[in-house]
């Protein structure tokens, strides 16, 4: 059971143009959701998050968008780089104490051509 | 912030072989640590992840095994790696809710 899902393995976009990364999730117990980006054979590091009590959250070129009716969330990249191009992982995690357990999403390659 | 250090970084192993990786985590204490496999194209699949000393939740069934001897060393380990444990691994600490995560050991079973 896929509780973090990126259904779009991959997306193209131009270069200045906006780059718009989607995810959906099923847990309603999750409350706090991160964006990574990952580039070959290296380990992912950390973009931006939401906590479930916000709708939006912002940082540079970089906007995350949460509409917790739907469960879904999205990642927007504002002018899109030809530097952004990696594979984005959406992540969840949720259930409060020491059982805080991130679930991650299968990663969407994103290419952002010149 | 947290620093996660992993090694080896690259290792080639026969079939049959014993398995031992190992990570570390500077910056934090009583972390949640994980280990992570990316499969061929993207996907990170959770393979274990431990909330103390001695505790180990396994998340797939599989060929390899995971121990925490202290606080910030988690241990990936098999008796006899299989073809199919090739893979790139990846451990990620997390205190709340931002994981870390380590630069990635690529392993080869040849």
């Known amino acids: 059971d896929q509780q973090v899902k990126q259904n779009s393995p991959s997306l193209s976009v131009q270069e200045g143009r906006i780059s718009i990364l989607n995810c959906d999730y099923t847990?309603?117990?999750?409350?706090?959701f991160l964006w990574y980006k990952k580039y070959p054979a290296e380990g992912p590091t950390f973009l931006i998050s939401?906590?479930?009590?916000?709708d939006k959250n912002e940082d540079g070129r970089f906007t995350v968008f949460l509409n917790k009716s739907a469960k879904h969330l999205s990642l927007h990249i504002v002018p899109s780089q030809p530097g952004d191009s990696a594979v984005y992982f959406c992540?969840?995690?949720?259930?409060?104490?020491?059982?805080?357990?991130?679930?991650f999403g299968k990663g969407t390659l994103l290419t952002v051509n010149p | 912030s947290q620093t996660i250090h992993q090694w080896p970084a690259t290792l080639v192993q026969p079939v049959g072989s014993p398995l031992s990786l190992e990570c570390t985590v500077e910056?934090?204490?009583?972390?949640?640590l994980y280990w992570y496999r990316q499969a061929a194209g993207r996907g990170l699949q959770l393979l274990f992840y431990?909330?103390?000393?001695?505790?180990i939740s396994s998340e797939v069934p599989q060929n390899l095994s995971a121990s925490r001897p202290q606080d910030r060393q988690f241990i990936l380990s098999s008796k006899k790696l299989l073809l199919s444990d090739s893979g790139f691994y990846l451990c990620?600490?997390?205190?709340?809710?931002?994981?870390?995560f380590g630069q990635g050991t690529r392993l080869t079973v040849v």
């Open positions: 990620a600490s997390s205190s709340r809710a931002e994981a870390f």
């Open positions: 992540a969840a995690g949720g259930g409060g104490g020491s059982n805080y357990k991130l679930t």
């Open positions: 431990s909330v103390g000393i001695g505790q």
């Open positions: 939401i906590s479930s009590i916000k």
């Open positions: 847990n309603s117990m999750f409350d706090y």
């Open positions: 910056g934090t204490s009583n972390p949640n």
